[in-house]
Each structure stands twice: as structure tokens, then as C-alpha cells.
């Protein structure tokens, strides 16, 4: 009776370990999903941040001076990240009116890149044109680009397709490219 006795007890106390041990391995596990999914809210807030601060020039009436301005931040963007980090870089892209170029000295070599058809890329335009302009001393030549009217056509993310280029979807959902045209002023 007695050995029977002890077996029991043993058998309680393994019960309780096993029911302890059960515990632990469910509270960590609770824990460990919670802890996920707040790191996955950060992440999808982080990107709502960063889109929002681009999303702001979605719309039918950007003037030169915030396309400036965009360019700018895009730059800065695209220099504080690094690719290797799985940051895809902002392309700035705008179509403007083939009389509306701004004139520059025939000192000025470079060129800003024609991209995707006749588009320029507007982080290299205001890189050499608008400085080009800048050095040269123009002002009416920077108030009329400043002057001009955009408008988004498009908003590409790095979690889409995109048919200029072929790309994959294989981002977070970042905004990865704008394209501007120029327009008339609203009135």
C-alpha cells in the first residue's frame, strides 16, 4: 500500500510538472505573438509614415517650387538608405512641355536623363539644371520653372508591378516611384 501510495504521489507531482511546464510554453508563446505583432505594427506604421510624406504631392496642382522640393526629399531619402538594407530608391519622374525647357549657357554640358520615354528624372533635373541656372545667375529663368503646374499621374509601390520597368512585386509597400506631368494652372 505504501509503494502505492508514493506512485501516486509521484504520478501527482509529474502531473502538476507537465501542467506547469504546459503553462510556461503557452504564456511564451502568447508573449512571442504579441511581440510579433506589435513589430509588425510598428513596420506597417513606419511605411504609412514614410508613404504619407510622398502621398502629400498626389494631386492635380504641384507647383514647380514643391516639385523642388520633392526632388530634394526623395534625394535625401535615397541617400540615408542603402539598398543593401532592402530600401528601394525614389524615383522623382516628369514630363514637361517640349517649349518649356529651361534655357541654360551653352557652358552647361550635362544634361538631366531622359527616362522611360520623355521623362525626366527630377532629382538629376534640379541637380543640374536648376543649379546650372542657380550658378548662371538666372532668376527669371528659376521663378518660371518655379511658376509651372504638375500633376501626379502615378504612384508606383515597390509591392506592385510595374510595366515601365518589369519589376517584380517584392517590397514592403513604399512608394517607389512618382510621374508628374506638366499642366495647365487651375483656375
Not at 509503494?3 to 504521489?9: C, H, M, S
Not at 506547469?20 to 505583432?37: E, Q
Not at 511605411?47 to 514647380?64: D, H, K, M, Q, W
Not at 519622374?93 to 529651361?102: A, E, N, Q, V
Amino acid at each position: 500500500m505504501e509503494n502505492a501510495t508514493k506512485a501516486l504521489i509521484i504520478a501527482g507531482g509529474m502531473l502538476l510538472a507537465m501542467l506547469i511546464v504546459g503553462l510556461l510554453v503557452w504564456g511564451y508563446n502568447n508573449l512571442s505573438n504579441f511581440r510579433t505583432t506589435q513589430v509588425e505594427a510598428e513596420a506597417v506604421e513606419q511605411i504609412t509614415e514614410f508613404n504619407s510624406v510622398f502621398e502629400a504631392y498626389n494631386r492635380r496642382s504641384v507647383r514647380g517650387y514643391q516639385m523642388i522640393s520633392l526632388a530634394n526629399l526623395a534625394r535625401d531619402y535615397n541617400t540615408r538608405y542603402r539598398e543593401e538594407d532592402g530600401y528601394t530608391p525614389v524615383e522623382i519622374i516628369m514630363k514637361m512641355d517640349t517649349g518649356s525647357h529651361l534655357p541654360l549657357s551653352t557652358e552647361t554640358t550635362e544634361q538631366p536623363k531622359m527616362v522611360y520615354g520623355d521623362y525626366y528624372d527630377m532629382i538629376q533635373y534640379v541637380e543640374v539644371i536648376y543649379e546650372a541656372m542657380k550658378k548662371e545667375g538666372s532668376s527669371n529663368n528659376r521663378n518660371m520653372f518655379k511658376e509651372m503646374f504638375f500633376e501626379c499621374t502615378a504612384v508606383i509601390y515597390d509591392n506592385e508591378y510595374d510595366s515601365r520597368t518589369g519589376n517584380n512585386p517584392n517590397g514592403l509597400g513604399r512608394v517607389r516611384r512618382m510621374e508628374f506631368e506638366q499642366v495647365q494652372p487651375i483656375s
